[in-house]
């Protein structure tokens, strides 16, 4: 059903150099042979298949941890909702793709509406300092929460090419757009905006007119990569060799069903367990899951699903996990 609140709204991209993901008009995947760009019938028969029932109402049962005192090589890691993350670094507090409202919608009254509040109360927030954001569909680009956030804190806010114009519309002054492997140096952090097989898009006429990406967040000796959205393919094992392994690497396991639609731009779990192991993450965490209904598949079986893979891969279980919404982990 989302996709078709893709099809509203309006983006604008620059004119730009052509590239091996960018054909002067559109970007594109190089990963895949033939590009997303489902019909009218493929969005209709998508929505019409049988779609699991999901609970009205998930209470959060997380522990913050916000005011921890950090050593200069902890990280710590609130899981918000979604793909939201609050990252805190010595110094430096980073928001993922956040998202407060109610439905990820371009409308209020229709759209996927989620089940569980954010794990941390707005109001509740540290000061925010960076907001990165991996692409502009209305689960990880929701106008609202940003204008909050610009309001109350004026953070800087890093997305792909061809956002910028969206951003600073809302009244945002302080962003900074990035192309696949580029990267902007704040205080002593180094982010690098990095490749993923997705989509992007926000109206009826502007698919794929800005890009879409993941994160690599390099803090002195530790880092963190926050994966985005993304279909599984060989980004992975190109950010390894261009960037080294990640610390903590953030992957997505839901939104995977059916396959037939979903596979070039959502991994599944036992797809995201191969991710981890070409990244060679020291730790994975499941995201993008459990918040708000967007495919077929049940509330639970993201987790149950990542369980089978590890096991199948022979990979411990500590290695890839899920925290709950409201958890703060200090690694």
């Known amino acids: 059903m989302l996709c078709l609140f893709h099809f509203f709204g309006c983006t604008t991209v620059s004119k730009r150099r052509t590239s091996d993901h960018f054909n002067g008009k559109k ?3 190089p990963t895949l042979v033939k590009q997303f760009s489902p019909g009218i019938s ?60 109610k439905r990820v919608s371009p409308v209020s009254w229709f759209g996927p509406k989620r089940v569980r509040a954010p794990g941390i109360k707005f109001e509740d927030l540290p000061k925010i300092d960076v907001i990165i954001i991996s692409h502009n569909h209305y689960d990880h680009l929701d106008i609202e929460t940003l204008k909050k956030l610009n309001e109350r804190f004026s953070p800087k806010v890093l997305v792909p090419v061809g956002n910028k114009a969206l951003i600073e519309s809302i009244g945002i002054k302080n962003v900074e757009e990035l192309d696949w492997w580029e990267s902007t140096q704040i205080n002593d952090i180094c982010i690098t905006f990095t490749p993923t097989q997705h989509t992007s898009g926000r109206g009826l006429f502007d698919r794929d007119e800005s890009l879409w990406g993941s994160y690599f967040i390099q803090c002195g000796k530790r880092s963190v990569y926050f994966g985005g959205d993304a279909g599984y393919s060989s980004h992975y094992m190109e950010i390894k060799k261009r960037l080294g392994s990640p610390d903590i690497a953030l992957l997505g396991i839901g939104a995977y069903l059916p396959r037939w639609f979903m596979k070039p731009v ?13 990244l ?52």
Do not use: C
């Open 27 to 29: 970007f594109y995947n």
């Open 42 to 101: 493929d969005v209709y028969r998508m929505v019409k298949e049988s779609r699991a029932k999901w609970p009205e109402e998930i209470k959060n049962s997380g522990v913050l941890r916000l005011n921890e005192k950090l050593g200069p090589d902890d990280i710590a890691l609130t899981f918000v909702n979604h793909a939201t993350f609050l990252i805190q670094l010595p110094h430096l507090n980073i928001l993922t793709d956040p998202v407060w409202s």
């Open 266 to 278: 959502h991994m599944n779990p036992a797809e995201a367990v191969i991710a981890h192991k070409d």
């Open 280 to 331: 060679g993450a020291k730790l994975s965490i499941g995201m993008h899951f459990g918040t708000f209904q967007e495919s077929s598949e049940a509330f639970d079986q993201p987790a149950k699903d990542l369980k089978q893979a590890l096991e199948k891969e022979r990979i411990s279980q500590d290695s890839f996990i899920t925290i709950k919404e409201g958890d703060t982990k200090i690694f």
